[in-house]
């Protein structure tokens, strides 16, 4: 990606749909998730905190549901189960950070928690 497309700290780019599956052994019941940053607790505004691996600097991973970036630690409805296989879906994007931009490669993780109430 060229450097113009994250020209400034806030810019975003490259949003990619994709879904985690959740399998769910019974149907009707009430599921709640939640999302954590695997590499840094607290975060906040779904940035990823940057993962091993990654050799990029200036540039970080949020996360989106809906269009709304996923507020890590909070809980929300994902409402009612299907029995089987069901797909959660979010977005990715790149993040341009205050710092210098280096190019590299960027990875993040994330734990998705999954309540059954």
């Known amino acids: 990606m060229s450097a113009n497309a994250l020209a400034s700290a806030g810019d975003t780019a490259r949003e990619s749909?994709?879904?985690?599956?959740?399998?769910?052994p019974s149907a009707n019941v009430d599921v709640d998730l939640s999302v954590a940053d695997a590499n840094a607790a607290g975060g906040t505004n779904g940035?990823?905190?940057?993962?091993?691996?990654?050799?990029?600097?200036?540039?970080?991973?949020?996360?989106?549901q809906a269009g709304v970036p996923v507020q890590f630690g909070s809980?929300?409805?994902?409402?009612?189960?299907?029995?089987g296989v069901q797909?959660?879906?979010f977005t990715a994007r790149y993040l341009r950070m205050p710092s210098?931009?280096?190019p590299g490669t960027v990875?993040?993780?994330?734990?998705l928690t999954a309540t059954y109430r």
């Open 17 to 24: 749909a994709f879904g985690v599956s959740m399998n769910c």
């Open 47 to 64: 940035v990823l905190a940057l993962a091993a691996g990654s050799t990029a600097g200036g540039v970080q991973i949020q996360l989106l």
């Open 75 to 83: 809980t929300w409805s994902h409402g009612f189960s299907l029995k």
């Open 87 to 89: 797909a959660i879906p």
């Open 100 to 102: 210098a931009l280096v």
């Open 107 to 111: 990875k993040g993780e994330a734990v």
